[in-house]
């Protein structure tokens, strides 16, 4: 009797402890720190050894289980958070291949550019094709969605200033539109709230260049643009044939102008850098939050370098 | 040498022992106890499996702890097992806890090793 008194109390609690160790929580998500991976896997170029010094870090993103909960909140690397619709899984993830695809291409654009500089021979042949839908809150308007042109009138006759100034002079506009199988639809856009809700980037198709590359960043499961920083330097110190000795790290998206943007999950790309690398570019957007986690680590094994773009952190590494 | 041979004297003396114990009993003993044991040590697995995912840099460390959960839980298993047929056999209950567990842990090493590739 006394036996089954206990088994009641116990069975429920036992119960419970498993449910916390198996169950992953609805609506939240854990970063976690990751590892480092060369960039040298994901570009080759024709006729030419990869410099192989620079790694992009990646954090390990999953929904947590109850007890991983718990510990996240009691361990300062790891953050938990809601869950909302661009941190979904299926959503997050397009999103991170198209800002992957975008990053690679600044980052072969604006390496190749600077790196004619030196070198003439170098050579990059490139159009800006469209612009394409990066995040989106219209209904209309799908991430993912490139657009050729504004009212009837192409982009290219438009600056990046003139297009941004149509679109907050005007409260209707119709956009030529090319899906993923290039169909073209016109869509009109109203404002609501007095925004159209939607970020955009240039889309560039890159016709031909001199070394040839062949791009295998699209064959892993992770996906993003946080290495559009170390990818370029990656891209310029391979075909400027260029060592520094050192093992390169950072974080940081790739701009069409060259401009390093900012990041998430710094704090925790901070703690998976140390004792792996010599030197981290960190944008100076994230730098605050990237010196606070540094701070917190005792006898950091590698230096934190703020840069706000390509130049900046191509001249630390020459410096 | 005469210790040596005592002590192997000693197990087979155990062994004969178990064997005049019927079947069921020790099939019956057997089961219960493997039951008890893996209700007990189920949670303590999932345990450092969670923390495992979380903070890779202690993978290691962690497959040693499974390691030494191991050996606890092929003790804990003979033991209930000698005790539910009442015969008392530290040595090969210390003997077997050795043999399973290193041969068990072999193949966990392996394991870890093929996911910590991956990783």
């Known amino acids: 009797m006394k036996n089954k008194k206990l088994l009641i109390l116990i069975i429920p609690i036992y119960a419970l402890l498993i449910i916390s160790l198996i169950v992953p929580v609805g ?14 896997k994901e570009i080759e170029f024709e006729d030419l050894e990869s410099s192989g010094e620079f790694y992009s870090i990646y954090i390990i993103s999953s929904k947590p289980t109850l007890f991983q ?37 600044y980052a072969i654009i604006n390496a190749y550019l600077k790196a004619a500089e030196v ?15 990066t995040y989106s809150l219209n209904d209309k308007l799908k991430v993912g969605t490139r657009f050729t042109h504004l009212d009837g009138e192409h982009i290219s006759s438009f600056t990046d200033e003139e297009l941004l100034n149509y679109f907050k002079d005007n409260d209707t506009i119709t956009l030529t539109t090319l899906d993923v199988e290039d169909t073209v639809t016109d869509i009109e856009i109203t404002k609501t709230d007095g925004k159209f809700w939607i970020i955009y980037d ?42 520094f000795n050192k093992v390169i790290s950072g974080t940081g998206t790739m701009e069409a102008d060259g401009s390093v943007g900012r990041i998430g999950g710094v704090k925790q790309k901070i703690f998976t850098a140390n004792k792996r690398v010599d030197i981290f570019f960190v944008p100076e957007g994230d730098y605050e939050e990237a010196l606070e986690a540094y701070n917190k680590i005792k006898n950091p094994t590698f230096e934190l370098v703020k840069v706000s773009d390509f130049n900046e952190a191509l001249e630390k590494l020459l410096s | ?50 923390i495992m995912f979380m903070f890779l840099h202690l993978f290691n460390l962690l497959v040693l702890v499974i390691n030494l959960f191991v050996f606890f839980n092929v003790y804990f298993y003979q033991y209930m097992y000698y005790k539910t047929i009442e015969l008392k056999g530290m040595r090969v209950i210390i003997l077997k806890t050795i043999i399973y567990g290193l041969i068990i842990n072999a193949i966990l090493w392996v394991i870890a090793y093929i996911v910590g590739g991956f990783i």
């Not at chain 1, 609506?27 to 040298?40: A, F, R, T, V």
């Not at chain 1, 070198?119 to 839908?133: A, C, G, H, W």
């Open chain 2, 1 to 50: 040498m005469k210790r040596l041979k005592n002590y192997f004297r000693s197990l087979e003396l155990i062994k004969v022992e178990e064997k005049k114990i019927s079947k069921e009993v020790r099939n019956a003993a057997k089961d219960s106890t493997a039951l008890k044991t893996f209700f007990l040590f189920l949670p303590i697995y999932l345990i450092i499996g969670n």
């Open chain 1, 27 to 40: 609506g939240y998500k854990m970063d976690l720190p990751g590892n480092i991976q060369p960039i040298s």
């Open chain 1, 69 to 105: 909960m718990l510990i996240g909140y009691l361990d300062y690397r790891v953050d938990v958070y809601k869950e909302t619709t661009y941190t979904s899984s299926a959503a997050s993830f397009y999103r991170g291949a198209i800002l992957e695809d975008l990053s690679f291409q």
């Open chain 1, 202 to 243: 240039k889309y560039y198709v890159i016709n031909d260049s001199n070394p040839k590359y062949q791009t295998h960043y699209h064959k892993d499961s992770k996906v993003g643009p946080s290495g559009g920083l170390l990818q370029t330097l990656e891209i310029y110190a391979t075909i400027t044939k260029r060592k």
């Open chain 1, 119 to 133: 070198d003439n021979t170098i050579t990059i042949d490139y159009t800006l094709n469209s612009y394409i839908i």
